[in-house]
T-cell receptor, first 114, second 115 residues
Framework: DQQVKQNSPSLSVQEGRISILNCDYTNSMFDYFLWYKKYPAEGPTFLISISSIKDKNEDGRFTVFLNKSAKHLSLHIVPSQPGDSAVYFCAASGTQGGSEKLVFGKGTKLTVNP | DAGITQSPRYKITETGRQVTLMCHQTWSHSYMFWYRQDLGHGLRLIYYSAAADITDKGEVPDGYVVSRSKTENFPLTLESATRSQTSVYFC??????????????FGNGTRLTVT
């Protein structure tokens, strides 16, 4: 039973364009969401997060949007750069009802072409 | 340098052998975690620890043992390695568990191959 789903295993975009990575979740007890970025042969690093009381959080070129009613979040990268090429993991957690442990999606591999 | 380090980076072992993966952090974070990353599964929690001498199971704990006698160390032991435990193992730490303001800090991983 996959509680956090990243249905696109890979995404390829041109440098300078927008990258949109999507994530769906099933557990209504989740109330905060994070994106981690992973380069080959390195550990994941925290990128950006959002609490369920918000519908948008922005940090430089990275923006995360949350649609609670649809149980959907997305990460927008504008403009995309070749250094953004990595695997992006969506993760979710909550504060009650057994949802406290952070659950990760399977990841989306983003390739930004020069 | 402050951070979280895992050793070894690569390990090949035989089925049935015991192997221990090491994890050391210098932030004095109370929480430490072990995840495994497999193709098609993302990151799955094996064990975690909220403090020294406090450990608990995650999603996939079978075949693994952990201990935490010191805050800074969180070794993971495969008591009798199986081929299904071939994976990349990540250790992580945080100051506040999985809370919103305490993102996990990951080590660079140990790639384990069981032959």
């Amino acid at each position: 039973d996959q509680q956090v789903k990243q249905n696109s295993p890979s995404l390829s975009v041109q440098e300078g364009r927008i990258s949109i990575l999507n994530c769906d979740y099933t557990n209504s007890m989740f109330d905060y969401f994070l994106w981690y970025k992973k380069y080959p042969a390195e550990g994941p690093t925290f990128l950006i997060s959002i609490s369920s009381i918000k519908d948008k959080n922005e940090d430089g070129r990275f923006t995360v949007f949350l649609n609670k009613s649809a149980k959907h979040l997305s990460l927008h990268i504008v403009p995309s750069q070749p250094g953004d090429s990595a695997v992006y993991f969506c993760a979710a957690s909550g504060t009650q009802g057994g949802s406290e442990k952070l659950v990760f999606g399977k990841g989306t591999k983003l390739t930004v072409n020069p | 340098d402050a951070g979280i380090t895992q050793s070894p980076r690569y390990k090949i072992t035989e089925t049935g052998r015991q192997v221990t993966l090491m994890c050391h952090q210098t932030w004095s974070h109370s929480y430490m975690f072990w995840y495994r990353q497999d193709l098609g599964h993302g990151l799955r929690l094996i064990y975690y620890s909220a403090a020294a001498d406090i450990t608990d199971k995650g999603e996939v704990p079978d075949g693994y043992v952990v201990s935490r006698s010191k805050t800074e160390n969180f070794p993971l032991t495969l008591e009798s390695a199986t081929r299904s435990q071939t994976s990349v193992y990540f250790c992580a730490s945080s100051s506040g568990g999985w809370s919103y303001n305490s993102p996990l800090h990951f080590g660079n991983g140990t790639r384990l191959t069981v032959t």
